[in-house]
């Protein structure tokens, strides 16, 4: 761990934080949570949700972008650890001369923060470790919260913890941010925190906008002549968890996807989803899937009819391009002909479910089509 004298340590100005993982050059900030907040670690009897500006109707809900997080228990000192969306590589953090800020407002609870970045790579570390660190200097005396309910910004210097020496510097590794109270006990309160990032002390915030909140559709399509698309972060049912390890992370990401989102895991196994089809035309339609992978067999059926099973070996992706750079592989999306499919006039049923060894899966669309189709990334069909 790291010991207070580091954490005091002097700081240059100098030094500026490399954003090539965010799709942009030169002196810039990381972001590593603005527009998604997914638990991943709570303790202290913590209850966490997501709260949504446009949902609300209340700009100040957040700070940064439509989305914060509400943490709020009885005995204070919220302790949580959030699955961050973007990805760390550590030679792009220069230390002692970069800082972390977080946004926040709370109500009552006025105690301090530390923050830890931990991470993780498949095949380095069997499980996350921490990276980095930063006692959080929150606006009051001795670096306590500032309790007003009122958005602050809370920073601090950040310093290699035990685990940095032996992690890969150049290699983009799975991140997490924790915040773990040093005080505060016996408080109850209602704080709201947005927009955790990486930067170089007394520069400007120069980090592109934020993510857009995708929000879904359940049910939504668009038709064509002799063609029907959806979405498949539109599902009218699925239990895929929140966050997830293929979630785009930079608004240059989303531009790849035909809406900017998509339904995905890394472990498919046993989850499902499904949507509502509604056909205008009887006949025989091919069925296309835009999505990366799957890495493991999947299931899909029509109506409640026998399943059919997907192998990773019997699909062939068209159009593929690079969605993002995960350093130990590359993350594509590409077109896959599945097959002709009977369809009468109506509503139809299209279920998938995970089997045992389906692995990560990723869906962007849907499309239903009678006539040739051309793939041409996210075009639609009619698209000139």
């Not at 204070?76 to 959030?82: C, Q």
């Not at 809370?154 to 150049?170: E, M, N, Q, R, S």
């Not at 995960?326 to 499919?341: I, N, T």
């Amino acid at each position: 761990m790291f010991s207070r004298h580091d954490l005091c340590c002097a700081i240059s100005r100098v030094a500026v934080v490399a954003g090539a993982l965010m799709g942009y050059q030169g002196t810039a900030d990381l972001v590593l949570l603005d527009e998604s907040w997914v638990p991943e670690i709570v303790l202290n009897e913590v209850t966490v949700a997501e709260i949504d500006a446009a949902g609300t109707g209340n700009a100040e809900d957040a700070k940064s972008g439509e989305v914060a997080a509400v943490l709020t228990n009885q005995t204070g000192a919220p302790n949580v650890r959030f699955r961050a969306a973007a990805m760390v590589t550590l030679d792009t953090v220069p230390l002692p001369a970069s800082e972390v800020r977080l946004w926040y407002r709370t109500d009552a609870w006025d105690g301090r923060w530390r923050l830890e970045v931990w991470v993780h790579a498949d095949g380095l570390t069997p499980e996350p470790v921490q990276a980095l660190g930063a006692v959080l200097y929150g606006g009051g005396a001795g670096g306590r919260l500032l309790a007003d309910d009122q958005w602050h910004q809370a920073t601090g210097p950040l310093v290699a913890a035990a685990a940095y020496a032996g992690l890969p510097k150049d290699r983009p590794l799975t991140t997490y941010v924790w915040l773990v109270p040093v005080d505060g006990w016996g408080t109850p309160h209602r704080t709201l925190v947005d927009r955790c990032e990486i930067g170089s002390p007394g520069t400007p915030t120069t980090a592109p906008a934020p993510l857009r909140r995708i929000r879904p559709r359940p049910g939504a399509q668009t038709v064509g002549a002799g063609w029907v698309w959806w979405e498949a972060e539109d599902a009218t049912r699925h239990d895929f968890p929140p966050g997830g390890a293929y979630a785009p992370f930079t608004r240059e990401q989303q531009e790849k996807l035909s809406n900017g989102d998509w339904l995905q895991w890394h472990d498919c196994a046993g989850h499902r989803a499904a949507w509502k089809v509604a056909v205008a035309e009887a006949g025989t339609y091919a069925l296309w899937m835009r999505g990366s992978g799957p890495d493991g067999p999947l299931q899909l059926r029509w109506d409640g009819t026998d399943w059919r099973v997907l192998h990773p070996a019997d699909l062939e992706p068209i159009d593929e391009m690079l969605v993002h750079d995960r350093g130990d592989w590359k993350l594509q999306v590409g077109w896959f002909r599945l097959g002709d499919v009977e369809l009468a006039v109506g509503s139809h049923t299209l279920d998938l479910t995970g089997l045992p060894d389906a692995g990560g899966v990723a869906i962007d669309c849907w499309l239903l089509t009678r006539g040739p189709f051309t793939p041409q990334g996210r075009r639609q069909p009619a698209a000139p």
